[in-house]
T-cell receptor, first 111, second 114 residues
Framework: QQQVKQSPQSLIVQKGGISIINCAYENTAFDYFPWYQQFPGKGPALLIA?????SEKKEGRFTISFNKSAKQFSLHIMDSQPGDSATYFCAARATGNQFYFGTGTSLTVIP | DVKVTQSSRYLVKRTGEKVFLECVQDMDHENMFWYRQDPGLGLRLIYF???????EKGDIPEGYSVSREKKERFSLILESASTNQTSMYLC?????????????FGPGTRLTVL
C-alpha cells in the first residue's frame, strides 16, 4: 500500500507555464517532506523540502505548499523551463530516518 | 563534492545466479539505503543500515540480503536472481542526527534478469 500518493503520473507544460504536482499522505507521524528531482541516467537529487509546521516554502522558481489538516502537499514550478524536464518524486519521512516515496511524475516542458 | 558510486550501471544476469550490487559513499555517512525503482511504483526501500554490521528490513526485503562490513560500503545481494527482480537499483546515504537529513543517491544499477 502506497504511503504517499502522487499525481499526476505525467505532465506536459508549455515553457513559461506553471507545473503543479500533488502528493497526499495518511500517516500523521511523518515529520519531513522533501521533493527529489531525477534526470535520465541519474539518481534522484534533493530539490526542496518542508517541515509540517510551515505552510509554504519557496526557493527560486520552486515552491512547496503544505496543508497539514488535509495531509496534502504540492510542488509548484513557476516559469517552467525545458531544463526542468525530469521525474519528480515527493517523499515523507517516518521515525527512524526511513523515507516513503511517491510514484513519481514525469514532467515534460515544451519549448 | 559528495559522492555515492555504484559498481555497475548495467548488469545482465540469468535466473538463479547470485548477484552482488556494490555501493560506496565518500561522505562518512552512517546511514545507507537500497531502493528499487520501477515505473508506476516509485522508489521502494529494500534494506537500510544505520551503522557497520547493522541492517534493517525495508518494505520489500524478500529475495534480498545486505552486507555492511565497512562504513563506506553497502552491498545488496540477490541470493538467487529471478525475473521479477529486473529493475533499477538505487543506493543512497545520509547523515544521522540531523533533523532534516538529505539522502544522497548514486546513479543506479539497471539489472536485467533473463
Amino acid at each position: 500500500q502506497q504511503q504517499v500518493k502522487q499525481s499526476p503520473q505525467s505532465l506536459i507544460v508549455q515553457k513559461g507555464g506553471i507545473s503543479i504536482i500533488n502528493c497526499a499522505y495518511e500517516n500523521t507521524a511523518f515529520d519531513y517532506f522533501p521533493w527529489y528531482q531525477q534526470f535520465p541516467g541519474k539518481g534522484p537529487a534533493l530539490l526542496i523540502a518542508i517541515r509540517p509546521d510551515v505552510s509554504e516554502k519557496k526557493e527560486g522558481r520552486f515552491t512547496i505548499s503544505f496543508n497539514k489538516s488535509a495531509k496534502q502537499f504540492s510542488l509548484h514550478i513557476m516559469d517552467s523551463q525545458p531544463g526542468d524536464s525530469a521525474t519528480y518524486f515527493c517523499a515523507a519521512r517516518a521515525t527512524g530516518n526511513q523515507f516513503y516515496f511517491g510514484t513519481g511524475t514525469s514532467l515534460t516542458v515544451i519549448p | 563534492d559528495v559522492k555515492v558510486t555504484q559498481s555497475s550501471r548495467y548488469l545482465v544476469k540469468r535466473t538463479g545466479e547470485k548477484v552482488f550490487l556494490e555501493c560506496v559513499q565518500d561522505m562518512d555517512h552512517e546511514n545507507m539505503f537500497w531502493y528499487r525503482q520501477d515505473p508506476g511504483l516509485g522508489l521502494r526501500l529494500i534494506y537500510f543500515s544505520y551503522d557497520v554490521k547493522m541492517k534493517e528490513k525495508g518494505d520489500i526485503p524478500e529475495g534480498y540480503s545486505v552486507s555492511r562490513e565497512k562504513k563506506e560500503r553497502f552491498s545488496l545481494i540477490l541470493e538467487s536472481a529471478s525475473t521479477n527482480q529486473t529493475s533499477m537499483y538505487l543506493c543512497a546515504s545520509s547523515r544521522p542526527g540531523q533533523v532534516y537529513n538529505e539522502q544522497f543517491f548514486g546513479p543506479g544499477t539497471r539489472l536485467t534478469v533473463l
